[in-house]
């Protein structure tokens, strides 16, 4: 771990961005240029003395889970994210396996949605990263660990738990659409990769995950539209529009309403209730 490197570059990368960059306001007068260092802490889930410590050469070797943190709040090109890994003493991520790494154009789109549910997912559908808007009416996702990040996983391996925010009617068509999403993902990252792991896992646990999955239905698709359930509000209709990666490793998922319609003045509140219980 080369120490005054990681330092220098955190500094470097902090003061070159500025809060319209991560979707801060601009708030009062600032004496330094950039970012403050509470504002990055913030941003990547971590405490601000912890990263106090390592802009101060005298933090401990961060792990590649706060390494991963770092590079989305600090909007890291794959570049930069790699050269991170690498001062910390880690070797850089594989690129074509790695699926915590957000683009940063992808983040600045997102920044810029904070009145309509948004969130970027993987081909194994974890959510990466959430706007307050899509955690209050989706649930905060960044709690889980392991397989249970992927969505698909814990809609089969957690039915009860998972499936309430869908109407029973659209279970089965729902649980078809993810095993082939999962197909997709499999084909293209391979056995031993998490992909895997969720088929393997999931064989052997779900009765009905071990039926779809010998179908070999491949399709990765985002419904265009799609009906929800808040515990609060009902049932909301909403449209699903996805943009894409270049490489589709990722998706930003925009879910949204007609405006003036029912769907959309549910959606407003779902936000508004979710901002109180903040």
């Given at each position: 771990?080369?120490?005054?490197?990681?330092?220098?570059?955190?500094?470097?990368?902090?003061?070159?961005?500025?809060?319209?960059?991560?979707?801060?306001?601009?708030?009062?007068?600032?004496?330094?240029?950039?970012?403050?260092?509470?504002?990055?802490?913030?941003?990547?889930?971590?405490?601000?003395?912890?990263?106090?410590?390592?802009?101060?050469?005298?933090?401990?070797?961060?792990?590649?889970?706060?390494?991963?943190?770092?590079a989305r709040?600090?909007?890291?090109?794959?570049?930069e994210r790699?050269?991170?890994?690498?001062?910390?003493?880690?070797?850089?991520?594989?690129?074509?396996?790695?699926?915590?790494?957000?683009?940063?154009?992808?983040?600045?789109?997102?920044?810029?949605?904070?009145?309509?549910?948004?969130?970027?997912?993987?081909?194994?559908?974890?959510?990466?990263?959430?706007?307050?808007?899509?955690?209050?009416?989706?649930?905060?996702?960044?709690?889980?660990?392991?397989?249970?990040?992927?969505?698909?996983?814990?809609?089969?391996?957690?039915?009860?738990?998972?499936?309430?925010?869908?109407?029973?009617?659209?279970?089965?068509?729902?649980?078809?659409?993810?095993?082939?999403?999962?197909?997709?993902?499999?084909?293209?990252?391979?056995?031993?990769?998490?992909?895997?792991?969720?088929?393997?896992?999931?064989?052997?646990?779900?009765?009905?995950?071990?039926?779809?999955?010998?179908?070999?239905?491949?399709?990765?698709?985002?419904?265009?539209?799609?009906?929800?359930?808040?515990?609060?509000?009902?049932?909301?209709?909403?449209?699903?529009?996805?943009?894409?990666?270049?490489?589709?490793?990722?998706?930003?998922?925009?879910?949204?309403?007609?405006?003036?319609?029912?769907?959309?003045?549910?959606?407003?509140?779902?936000?508004?209730?979710?901002?109180?219980?903040?």
């Amino acid at each position: 771990m080369d120490r005054e490197a990681l330092a220098e570059f955190l500094v470097s990368r902090r003061e070159q961005l500025r809060p319209a960059d991560v979707g801060l306001g601009a708030g009062v007068r600032r004496r330094t240029p950039g970012l403050r260092r509470e504002e990055v802490a913030q941003l990547a889930a971590m405490s601000t003395d912890y990263y106090a410590r390592l802009e101060q050469r005298r933090g401990p070797q961060p792990s590649v889970q706060i390494l991963a943190s770092l590079a989305r709040a600090l909007r890291l090109t794959p570049d930069e994210r790699d050269y991170l890994h690498r001062v910390s003493g880690h070797s850089a991520p594989d690129r074509t396996a790695f699926t915590d790494y957000v683009h940063p154009g992808m983040l600045r789109v997102l920044d810029r949605l904070d009145d309509t549910p948004a969130f970027i997912v993987s081909v194994l559908d974890e959510v990466l990263v959430q706007n307050d808007a899509a955690k209050a009416l989706l649930g905060d996702a960044s709690g889980f660990e392991g397989l249970d990040r992927s969505g698909i996983y814990r809609w089969f391996a957690d039915p009860e738990g998972e499936r309430h925010h869908y109407p029973e009617a659209d279970h089965p068509q729902r649980s078809r659409v993810l095993v082939a999403s999962l197909r997709a993902a499999y084909g293209v990252l391979g056995e031993r990769s998490r992909a895997g792991d969720i088929v393997r896992d999931l064989t052997g646990r779900s009765t009905e995950f071990a039926e779809l999955w010998p179908v070999h239905e491949v399709r990765r698709r985002f419904d265009d539209h799609k009906v929800l359930i808040h515990p609060a509000v009902g049932e909301i209709e909403v449209d699903c529009q996805a943009l894409l990666t270049e490489d589709e490793s990722q998706a930003l998922v925009v879910l949204t309403a007609a405006p003036g319609s029912e769907a959309a003045s549910k959606l407003e509140l779902v936000r508004v209730l979710g901002t109180q219980r903040v």
